[in-house]
T-cell receptor, first 114, second 113 residues
Framework: AQSVTQPDIHITVSEGASLELRCNYS??????LFWYVQSPGQGLQLLLK??????LVQGIKGFEAEFKRSQSSFNLRKPSVHWSDAAEYFC????????????FGTGTKLQVIP | KAGVTQTPRYLIKTRGQQVTLSCSPI?????VSWYQQTPGQGLQFLFE???????NKGNFPGRFSGRQFSNSRSEMNVSTLELGDSALYLC????????????FGPGTRLTVL
């Protein structure tokens, strides 16, 4: 069965500092990988996704993620965090094939301090 | 284009009651998935509907059910509500094809007293 682990429940960074959120997945084949962001009281917004090709994926809001098959990881990065990035971030894995359910990690809550 | 709509946004019910939540995906998105989000369990997959048929199902009791209409709108029903059903219920429309990108609604916050 597919699974996702986000080992950091809560992360605090200073505004302007770099950010890396960790994500490890378990899946039997090449997966679809996603990062979503959720602001308080809101639904989830897709930041970026990977399913093939270049292992470094660029997303919205200045985020990027790198797929490392050997480490089963898909870490999210941002070189300089803004106060508006404070939110909860979810990594997710889905099966290739079109219509399978997506499994989400437990989320990492990001706090940004001035 | 319009986003995913969920109604109502907030709901308060008491134990033993039943509730129906509604989700309208983006036009053209024929797959709709439902998720339950709680602080303790995170995001858990409930079920997915495509062309009015349930295609995938998570590990929830039979009290949780759903359906989809010909216009892709979907409803989720929870019968005999329990305190533990208090959660944010999210629906997501799926853009089929390469990428499996889901578009989420803002959710319905259900509180069971």
């Amino acid at each position: 069965a597919q699974s996702v682990t986000q080992p950091d429940i809560h992360i605090t960074v200073s505004e302007g500092a770099s950010l890396e959120l960790r994500c490890n997945y378990s899946y039997g084949a090449t997966p679809y990988l996603f990062w979503y962001v959720q602001s308080p009281g809101q639904g989830l917004q897709l930041l970026l996704k990977y399913f093939s090709g270049d292992t470094l994926v660029q997303g919205i809001k200045g985020f990027e993620a790198e797929f490392k098959r050997s480490q089963s990881s898909f870490n999210l990065r941002k070189p300089s965090v803004h106060w508006s990035d404070a939110a909860e971030y979810f990594c997710a894995v889905g099966a290739i094939g079109g219509y399978q359910k997506v499994t989400f990690g437990t989320g990492t809550k990001l706090q940004v301090i001035p | 284009k319009a986003g995913v709509t969920q109604t109502p946004r907030y709901l308060i019910k008491t134990r033993g009651q039943q509730v129906t939540l509604s989700c309208s995906p983006i036009s053209g998105h024929r797959s709709v998935s439902w998720y339950q989000q709680t602080p303790g369990q995170g995001l858990q997959f409930l079920f997915e509907y495509f062309s009015e048929t349930q295609r995938n199902k998570g590990n929830f009791p039979g009290r949780f059910s759903g359906r989809q209409f010909s216009n892709s709108r979907s409803e989720m029903n929870v019968s005999t509500l329990e305190l533990g059903d208090s959660a944010l219920y999210l629906c997501a429309g799926l853009l089929a094809g390469l990428g499996n990108e889901q578009f989420f609604g803002p959710g319905t916050r259900l509180t069971v007293l």
